[in-house]
């Protein structure tokens, strides 16, 4: 039988399918803009870069279902744990969480505040303007990607901080996330 809420154990498939799927989503998005630093414009970044809005979109809303269902499963949520590194990943999973919101934020902020419509899917969510909000296009510009680098850089020590837990104190943090009992 399916999990699907969270446990003090482990993290039920909701949980999961978000994590993942989120993680998915990211990795396309950091390879992209990697690759766009990297290589300029080419057409192996345009595949990547293309679909960056869209993608990040998709982000946009599902951190939202993410932290809606973060917060209802608060008090069955594996712990975190004690003392100061049970607070370092509280703290952590706090600023991924906040910053999985601010990003996406900033470019939705651009976008409203551009002259051309902004329709994910082909869903207009933003109306063109007949004149750009400069003070949004401008935090957009100047937070968006810089704050995105952030982000990749937390995820990075999010991966370690697994691979720490898994391979050096194998304490079945990983295996709650993948739905196995600790």
């Known amino acids: 039988m399916i999990q699907w809420r969270d446990t003090p154990q482990r993290y039920g498939a909701i949980s999961r399918a978000l ?12 390879v992209g803009m990697g690759l ?23 982000l946009a809303v599902l951190i939202m279902l993410r932290g809606i269902w973060a917060l209802m499963n608060l008090r069955n949520r594996p712990p975190h744990g004690a003392g100061l590194l049970g607070f370092a990943a509280w ?7 906040l910053l999985m919101a601010v990003v996406p934020g900033f470019a939705l902020l651009r976008a409203w505040g551009q002259e051309r419509a902004f329709a994910p899917y082909g869903i207009e969510i933003f109306p063109p303007r007949e004149a750009p909000v400069s003070w949004a296009v401008e935090a957009g510009h100047m937070f968006h990607g810089e704050l ?10 999010h991966i370690v901080m697994v ?11 990983f295996a709650r996330m993948a739905g196995r009992r600790g």
Do not use: C
């Open 19 to 30: 994590h993942w799927g989120m993680a998915a989503l990211l990795l396309w998005q950091f």
């Open 36 to 58: 766009r630093v990297m290589l300029g414009r080419t057409p192996l970044v345009s595949f990547f870069v293309g679909s960056h809005t869209t993608v990040g979109f998709t």
């Open 91 to 97: 703290a952590g999973h706090l600023a991924l969480y």
């Open 148 to 157: 995105a680098w952030v982000l990749g850089a937390l995820i990075l020590g």
């Open 163 to 173: 691979a720490v837990h898994t391979g050096l104190w194998r304490d079945g943090t």
